[in-house]
């Protein structure tokens, strides 16, 4: 597993960002993806359907996320996570400290989108803040019982998947040096590009 100040081996095109709920995962995936040029798909937007029902085309669009050559989305879903892994070259762990980062970010942004009635994914809002008394499942209660999940689950990682890199960052400055970094390598090394017609590569 490498750290912050660890160099990539290469410039990764399949990417994965993982960590509990409201870390900031698709925050930073989406500036990953500006910093490297790779698109970046928000899972949630394939998994939930109208009404919060599971879209039936899920795992069917995942595999076809996957094929792709440069790719980055957020690590979820338990029928997902094998198919991501087994193509990606590297996952991103947002490692951040629970009680002081995570928890009030999960909080606020939870708050901000029920207060302001906002549109998430194929016209779903938040529900309403009492459904944290009584759902089980309430994105905050999600976040608290799910918190330790990604702490036994990657370390098992690198024995089933040879070709993944693993970056743990465990701090808001660890993420933001690392994407300064990765900012600055990107800039100074070109990307890969196709071989002429004609001439082998």
Known sequence: MLGAQDPLPGRPRRILVAGVSGVGKTTFAGRLGDLLGVPHTEIDALYHGSG??????????????????????????????????????????LDLPFLRVTLPRVIRRTLRRRL????????????????????????????????????????????????????????????????????????????PTDPAPGKAP
């Open 52 to 93: 919060w029902e599971p879209r039936a085309e899920f795992l069917s669009d995942v595999r076809g996320l996957v094929a792709g050559d440069a790719w980055i989305t957020e690590w979820q879903y338990s029928d997902a996570r094998p198919l991501l892994a087994e193509r990606a070259e590297l996952l991103v762990w």
């Open 116 to 191: 302001r009635r906002e549109e998430l994914w194929n016209g779903n809002v938040e529900p309403p803040l009492r459904t944290f008394f009584t759902d089980p499942e309430h994105i905050v209660r999600w976040a608290w019982s799910t918190r330790r999940t990604y702490a036994e689950r990657i370390p098992l990682l690198p024995a089933r998947y040879d070709d993944l890199h693993i970056v743990r960052l465990g701090s808001v400055r660890e993420a933001e040096q690392w994407l300064r970094s990765l900012a600055a390598t990107a800039l100074s090394r070109p990307e």
